[in-house]
Every structure is written in structure tokens, then in C-alpha cells.
């Protein structure tokens, strides 16, 4: 588990980075008497991340995440976010991700992904970004997504 001080700069960085690829806040939510970690680890959106790792662990997934994932955060916390997707779709995972490692970020990404029971969902207008640290150097990447929608079995 991530100390507070950890998991503030934590999403500071997934916040920073955002504006810094896609031009914007992360998300426009009331702030007053919240910090910007409270926020985001409280918000109505999937907010995720993964490792430089050559097999990329997820290092952050906020309590929406936890929940549409049906995972607590020991297990997000040690899972390969390959992992997330389905064996047929990890291919296709594979080369969003490395769009994303030319580009900086992708918006309008769908695809889909299952969660630690085997409940499949499709989400919509997914972002993804490269994190970025203070130095200028790649330090994972990140997800973004408040649209899903759990399918039929």
C-alpha cells in the first residue's frame, strides 16, 4: 500500500502528465476542501497505471478501478496490466500501448477487458497517456475511462 505522501505524488504525476499530453485536467470535479489525491482516488471514473516494467504492473488504481475490476488493492497492485485484457485481446492491448509510447497519449480508445471474477466489459472512450516525471522521464502510463458497460456472459 502507497503511504499518502506516495500516493499524492502518485496522482499528482498521472495528473500532470495528462495536461502535460492531452492539453487538459484530468477531470473537472469539485475540489473545495479535497486535495487532488482525495479527488481522484474518490472519483466516478477508472483511473489507472502501469510500470516501466518490461512486463508492466499495475502501481495505482483508484477505488472506482478497484470496484469495476472486482479486485482490492494487493491484488491490482501485483497484477501485470496485460492481465486486464483477455488472452485474444492482449495482442491488440499490445500495440494500443505502443501507439501510445509514439504518440504521447491516445483518446477514443475501446476495447475489452474482464475483471478478476471473468466479468467482461466493453469501455468507451478510454484515454491513455505516458506518465512523465519531473526530469522529463517516461515513468509508465496511465488510463482514463468513465464509460463502460458490463457484458452478457
Not at 25 to 44: K, M, Q
Not at 111 to 140: E, K, M, P, T
Amino acid at each position: 500500500m502507497m503511504t499518502p505522501a506516495q500516493l499524492t505524488a502518485h496522482l499528482h504525476l498521472l495528473h500532470s502528465s495528462f495536461r502535460h499530453y492531452v492539453g487538459r485536467d484530468l477531470a473537472e470535479l469539485p475540489w473545495e476542501g479535497h486535495s487532488t489525491a482525495y479527488t481522484l482516488d474518490n472519483a466516478p471514473f477508472v483511473l489507472l497505471s502501469h510500470n516501466t516494467a518490461a512486463d508492466p504492473i499495475f502501481t495505482y488504481g483508484n477505488k472506482k478501478a478497484l470496484e469495476v475490476f472486482e479486485m482490492d488493492w494487493e491484488t491490482l497492485t501485483n497484477l501485470p496490466s496485460r492481465y486486464s485484457a483477455e488472452a485474444l485481446a492482449r495482442e491488440e492491448r499490445e500495440h494500443l500501448l505502443q501507439t501510445v509510447n509514439r504518440q504521447g497519449y491516445i483518446d477514443n480508445y475501446a476495447g475489452v477487458r474482464i475483471s478478476s471474477s471473468g466479468r467482461r466489459f466493453l469501455i468507451r472512450q478510454a484515454i491513455v497517456w505516458n506518465l512523465q516525471d519531473a526530469q522529463g522521464h517516461y515513468a509508465g502510463q496511465a488510463a482514463y475511462f468513465d464509460q463502460w458497460e458490463y457484458l452478457p456472459n
